[in-house]
């Protein structure tokens, strides 16, 4: 009704009748967005780390981590379960991939440059929307978005697929693929000791 309005009168009118039906399409807007596209009803932020900590995760943590403390555990397992929930990914694979990364060490940094929990290169965080590598809750989510976008870049869930590119970037494993030649002994190796872990990570 409001569109026949806007088309059949002068531009005066015109102009007020397309600033009425904005203030009538906007509540509808922020409605849609809240109510309808957020269908998993799981926050954009951990506010409660305690609310999403598993004993299991926790303990898994404490085993495989270098010198984390049940109180970093703790804090560790709440962010890493939120986050693969709100990802949707196996929280077995994400814990294993930061076991392997980083031992669980926020500061961690490698001779090429990779750091924080997830060992992301510089280029990879800033791509994943990460300020602060350092920070764990900014860390993990980056891994869950890489992790995410790896799965859309390769087009497959395939597991030795996705961590192989983790590990050393998707273009590197296109190559390997396209002409059918194995990934190095060492990525190989990668691969392996993070699908190992996963079945050490009690359901």
């Not at 007020?16 to 954009?44: A, G, R």
């Not at 303990?59 to 962010?79: P, Q, R, T, W, Y």
């Not at 300020?131 to 992790?147: A, D, M, Q, R």
């Not at 190989?188 to 699908?195: A, E, F, G, H, T």
Request: proline share 3%.
């Amino acid at each position: 009704m409001l569109f026949v309005l806007v088309f059949n009168n002068g531009d005066s009118f015109m102009f007020k009748s397309k600033f009425i039906c904005l203030l009538f399409l906007i509540p509808f807007l922020f409605s849609c967005n809240k109510n309808n596209f957020n269908s998993t009803s799981i926050p954009e932020k951990i506010t409660n780390y305690s609310k999403y900590n598993d004993k299991k995760i926790q303990s898994f943590i404490l085993k495989n981590g270098s010198k984390v403390n049940k109180k970093d555990a703790e804090k560790l397992s709440g962010m890493i379960n939120f986050y693969s929930k709100k990802y949707n990914t196996d929280v077995k694979l994400v814990l294993s991939l930061i076991a392997v990364e980083s031992a669980f060490q926020p500061k961690a940094v490698s001779y090429a440059g990779a750091k924080g929990l997830g060992q992301l290169m510089p280029g990879t965080a800033k791509q994943m929307g990460v300020k602060n590598v350092f920070e764990p809750e900014e860390n993990i989510e980056g891994t869950l978005k890489y992790i995410e976008w790896l799965k859309k870049r390769s087009g497959s869930n395939n597991l030795d697929i996705i961590l192989a590119s983790y590990n050393m970037g998707y273009g590197n494993v296109s190559w390997f693929l396209e002409n059918k030649k194995p990934f190095p002994k060492d990525v190989r190796k990668y691969v392996n000791d993070i699908k190992k872990l996963q079945k050490m990570v009690i359901s």
